[in-house]
């Protein structure tokens, strides 16, 4: 049987290291599975330019080496490993992974949201054959090729305007012609003279090839006209989903999955906390993140002192 921890972090993205660096310094050793892929979102992000404290910007992979070797400094234990359940039926909880058991006083959940896909039909067939959720990640393969992104959040106008880097022409499809992408993010995109926005269209079938991709079918919202579209990539931008799975109903959340606070970063199970994308359906952002992974920490550290040591 393993020591009991104080602390255990679930997820390492903004949210997990903050906690991580607070909880650290309060001397409470806390351990964090961070996950096969540590780092989450921004990891698949280019630039940052509105983090407070990076005039020049900073690109996502690095902020989040920075914030991890931070709180590695004063003394977070990070393992890049996959919390498969946990048990909250007892005191302490208990955490698997990866066939080994843990257990923890107060556990910290920040595993943050993962890309929805369109579940369009022929989507699952091209998926990482031409069809990504990650520009960042893939868009380099699209060198001198049209390309398509679909959605009309923030997401979606990052996507298209960092995929010109590469792409001889980029079309951004949305459902409506209301745009939830901020002003300045929908601007840089409307003006760019290798995008082309198209409102009112959605994917109905993805086309393709023994090469891949090598189209869409597009529906008209207003009309239900048929057309297609030719494009060798696709990019789909449309939101994420908060990952809870592993929680197995043991924690409440809403509909969507979003875990709900209770008593400020407070699940409905005393000593678990949740901080970040996973419980955030409002602001979603790397900075108010990592200012709830702090809050969750402080949180952690004053229900510690006061049920445990
Ligand atoms: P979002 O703001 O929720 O936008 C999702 C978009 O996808 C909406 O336009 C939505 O259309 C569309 N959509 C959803 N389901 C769809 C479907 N089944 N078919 C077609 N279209 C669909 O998501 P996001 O763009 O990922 O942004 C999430 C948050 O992160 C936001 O707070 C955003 O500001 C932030 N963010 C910030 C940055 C940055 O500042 N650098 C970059 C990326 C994201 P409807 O509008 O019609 O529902």
């Avoid at 310094?25 to 330019?49: H, V, W």
């Avoid at 993805?206 to 529906?219: M, P, Q, R, Y």
């Avoid at 989903?241 to 509909?255: A, R």
Wanted: aromatic residues 8%; proline residues 3%; contains cysteine.
């Amino acid at each position: 049987m393993s020591e009991v921890r104080n602390v255990i972090i679930i997820g390492s993205g903004p949210a997990g290291y903050t906690a991580g660096l607070y909880n650290a310094r309060a001397l409470l050793k806390p351990l964090m599975f961070a996950g096969y892929m540590s780092g989450g979102q921004l990891m698949l992000t280019s630039d940052i330019e509105n983090f407070p404290g990076y005039p020049e910007g900073i690109g996502g992979p690095e902020m989040m080496m920075q914030l991890r070797e931070q709180a590695e400094r004063f003394g977070l234990e990070v393992h890049d490993k996959n919390v498969e359940r946990i048990d909250t039926s007892s005191s302490p909880f208990k955490v698997y992974v990866e066939g080994e058991e843990f257990q923890s006083h107060a556990i910290i959940i920040c595993t943050g949201a993962e890309a929805i896909w369109l579940g369009a039909e022929g989507e699952s067939e091209q998926k990482g054959r031409g069809i990504s959720t990650c520009a960042t990640c893939d868009g380099a393969f699209f060198r001198d090729q049209e390309v398509i992104v679909v959605g009309g959040g923030d997401s979606a106008m990052e996507e298209a305007t960092f995929l010109t880097r590469f792409a001889t022409k980029v079309t951004l499809i949305h459902r409506r012609d209301v745009f939830r992408a901020s002003k300045v993010m929908y601007d840089r995109a409307l003006n760019h003279p290798k995008i082309e926005i198209l409102t009112f269209k959605q994917v109905k079938k993805w086309l393709s090839d023994e090469n891949g991709l090598t189209g869409a079918v597009l529906e008209d919202t207003q009309s239900g006209e048929v057309s297609e579209i030719s494009c060798s990539g696709a990019f789909i931008a449309i939101g994420h989903k908060p990952i809870t799975g592993f929680l197995e109903d043991q924690i409440e959340t809403d509909d969507s999955g979003y875990i709900l606070a209770k008593d400020f970063t407070m699940t409905s199970v005393p000593g678990i906390f949740a901080a970040g994308d996973v419980v955030d359906t409002r602001y979603r952002q790397a900075i108010t993140a990592a200012g709830m992974g702090c809050q969750a920490a402080i949180d952690a550290e004053r229900w510690l002192e006061d049920n445990i040591h």
